[in-house]
């Protein structure tokens, strides 16, 4: 099982920029993808971006694509996800989730996701 932990949520005007983190523990980071999503109020989980365990290929949604920016550092077990031109429509938690070892190509189903950290807040004003 991996922990996750995410950082870098807050409050930013429409226009602007924040950086989510998120550190992982446990099994092996290197072996498995990563991903971000967001859940807002009275809506279903959704898939914002992955990236897989090897090779670095990524994948975005498309209404983030052009954006949204994720990476990896698997010397310091972590993610991130830079964004950039943030919408009020951005606004949700956005939860770090980490897949299986060694299946490519990552997901985009939550369902599919093994472990996920607690969430943290992104609001976007406009």
């Known amino acids: 099982q991996v922990q996750l932990v995410e950082s870098g949520g807050g409050l930013v005007q429409a226009g602007g920029s924040l950086r989510l983190s998120c550190k992982a523990s446990?099994?092996?980071?290197?072996?498995?993808?990563m991903g971000w999503f967001r859940q807002a109020p009275e809506k279903e989980r959704e898939f914002v971006a992955a990236?897989?365990?090897?090779?670095?290929?990524?994948s975005y949604a498309d209404s983030v694509k052009g954006r949204f920016t994720i990476s990896r550092d698997n010397v310091n077990n972590a993610v991130y996800l830079q964004m950039n031109s943030l919408k009020p429509e951005d606004t949700a938690v956005y939860y770090c989730?980490?897949?299986?070892?060694?299946?490519?190509?990552?997901?985009?189903?939550?369902?599919?996701?093994?472990?996920w950290g607690q969430g943290t807040q992104v609001t976007v004003s406009s």
């Open positions: 446990g099994r092996a980071f290197a072996t498995y993808a």
């Open positions: 989730a980490a897949d299986r070892p060694f299946r490519v190509p990552a997901p985009t189903q939550p369902q599919e996701w093994h472990d």
């Open positions: 990236i897989n365990w090897s090779h670095d290929t990524t």
